[in-house]
C-alpha cells in the first residue's frame, strides 16, 4: 500500500462546484501538506499543517480550504470551483525536515 | 520574487553526465533536496544536504552546494534513458514549509 494515498485520482467538475480532495497517510508522521503542480511553476504550497490543531496558509491558499480531521488524514476543499484551480495537486507528509513522502496525485479539471 | 530557481530543460546523450542547477535565495536555508517526478507519478526524495555540508555523494547523485552564492547542483554521473523526468530544488527551514523550483525536465537521447 501507498504511504500516502490521495482520492480521487482525477476529476472533471464544473465552475461553482464543491469538490473536496483527500488525503491519507499512513507514515505515522504530524506534518502534511497540500501542493498544487502548475506546468512551469514548480509546485506551490497551498496550506500545511504541523499536527492536528494547527492549520497555516501557504503562498496560494486563496480560493481554497483544509481541514485535519486526524492526524493521518488532510482534506483540501474547493468551495467555488472556477477553471484556473485546473491543476494537478499533491498531497504530502513528513516527520521534520528531512525527507516528505508525496501522493500520486490528484488531476482537477474545472470546466 | 522566485525563492529557488531552476532552468526549465536539459538535454543530454545516454551516457554523459547531466548538470542540474538551482539557486534560491533565503539564506537562512537549513536542507536543501533535490526530488525525482517521473510521468504520472509524485514526488520522490533523491537526496538532500545540510546547509554546512558543501558536497554529498550517493552512487551516480552527486550534489554541490555553495552557500555564498546560494547555488545548489546535482549531477548525474553516466545518464541513461530511466533518468529522464523532472527533477525539482527543493529549500526549507527548521520548522519552515518546504518551497520547490519550477522544476527541470531532463531529457535523456539514446
Known amino acids: 500500500d501507498a504511504d500516502v494515498t490521495q482520492t480521487p485520482r482525477n476529476r472533471i467538475t464544473k465552475t461553482g462546484k464543491r469538490i473536496m480532495l483527500e488525503c491519507s497517510q499512513t507514515?505515522?508522521?504530524?506534518?502534511m501538506y497540500w501542493y498544487r503542480q502548475d506546468p512551469g511553476l514548480g509546485l506551490r504550497l497551498i496550506y500545511y499543517?504541523?499536527?492536528?490543531?494547527?492549520?497555516n496558509k501557504g503562498e496560494i491558499s486563496d480560493g481554497y480550504s483544509v481541514s485535519r480531521q486526524a492526524q493521518a488524514k488532510f482534506s483540501l476543499s474547493l468551495e467555488s470551483a472556477i477553471p484556473n484551480q485546473t491543476a494537478l495537486y499533491f498531497c504530502?507528509?513528513?516527520?521534520?525536515?528531512?525527507?516528505?513522502?508525496f501522493g500520486q496525485g490528484t488531476r482537477l479539471t474545472v470546466v | 520574487g522566485e525563492d529557488v530557481e531552476q532552468s526549465l530543460f536539459l538535454s543530454v546523450r545516454e551516457g554523459d553526465s547531466s548538470v542540474i542547477n538551482c539557486t534560491y535565495t533565503?539564506?537562512?536555508?537549513?536542507?536543501l533536496y533535490w526530488y525525482k517526478q517521473e510521468p504520472g507519478a509524485g514526488l520522490q526524495l533523491l537526496t538532500y544536504?545540510?546547509?554546512?555540508?558543501d558536497m554529498k555523494q550517493d552512487q551516480r547523485l552527486t550534489v554541490l552546494l555553495n552557500k555564498k552564492d546560494k547555488h545548489l547542483s546535482l549531477r548525474i554521473a553516466d545518464t541513461q534513458t530511466g533518468d529522464s523526468a523532472i527533477y525539482f530544488c527543493?529549500?526549507?527551514?527548521?520548522?519552515?514549509?518546504?518551497?520547490f523550483g519550477a522544476g527541470t525536465r531532463l531529457t535523456v537521447k539514446p
Open positions: 533565503d539564506s537562512s536555508s537549513t536542507y
Open positions: 544536504i545540510f546547509s554546512n555540508m
Open positions: 499543517s504541523f499536527d492536528v490543531k494547527d492549520i
Open positions: 504530502a507528509t513528513s516527520a521534520g525536515n528531512t525527507e516528505a513522502f
Open positions: 527543493a529549500e526549507s527551514m527548521d520548522n519552515n514549509d518546504m518551497r
Open positions: 507514515k505515522g508522521h504530524d506534518r
